[in-house]
C-alpha cells in the first residue's frame, strides 16, 4: 500500500494569528512571535549530523511551529508526535517510571524521537539512518529545557 492511500487533509489552516479557539488559542505555526523557538529547533538540526528537522507539538497532536527543510508534512509529525507520547505515557506509568521523557523510534530510512517540553509540548525529531542518537539526546535534551524556558 502506498502513501497515495493514506488520507490528507485538505484546504487552507484557519485564518488569523491564532487558530485551534476551542482548544486554546496558539500561535500559527509561522507567528513572527515563534522566532526564538523556531532558532532553537533550527540549532538542533545544525549541531547534530542527521537530524533532518523537528517540529514542536502540543500533547494534543496539534502543531505550534517546525523547522523542516526536508519534504515532510509538518502537521503529521505533530500528530505522530502526540500518539508516541500517549504511548510512551502509558508504558511509564505502568512500569512505574512516570513521567514521559522521550522515546526513540527507528525505522528502515531514520528515527523519529519524542521529547517531552513540558506538560503541555513536545518536540519530535526526524533524523536519518546515520543519525548518532547518543549524540541527539545530549543535545535535544537541553533543548527541550530551553524551549520550555520560552513557554514560561
Known sequence: ??????????????????????????????????????????????????????VLAGVDGLLVTYDLPVRAEPHDLAALAATTFGLGRQTALVLGQSPFRDATLRGEGGYFTVYAVDNDRLMAVLGDD?????????????????????FT
Open 1 to 54: 500500500m502506498t502513501s497515495d492511500y493514506l488520507p490528507r487533509r485538505e484546504g487552507a489552516p484557519a485564518a488569523g494569528p491564532y487558530h485551534g479557539a476551542g482548544i486554546a488559542a496558539r500561535p500559527a505555526p509561522d507567528d513572527g512571535g515563534l522566532g526564538a523557538v523556531r532558532g532553537q529547533l533550527a540549532d538542533l538540526r545544525l549541531r547534530v549530523p542527521g537530524v533532518r528537522g523537528s
Open 130 to 150: 546515520g543519525l548518532n542518537v547518543a549524540r541527539l539526546h545530549l543535545e535535544a535534551r537541553p533543548t527541550a529545557r530551553r524551549l520550555a524556558e520560552l
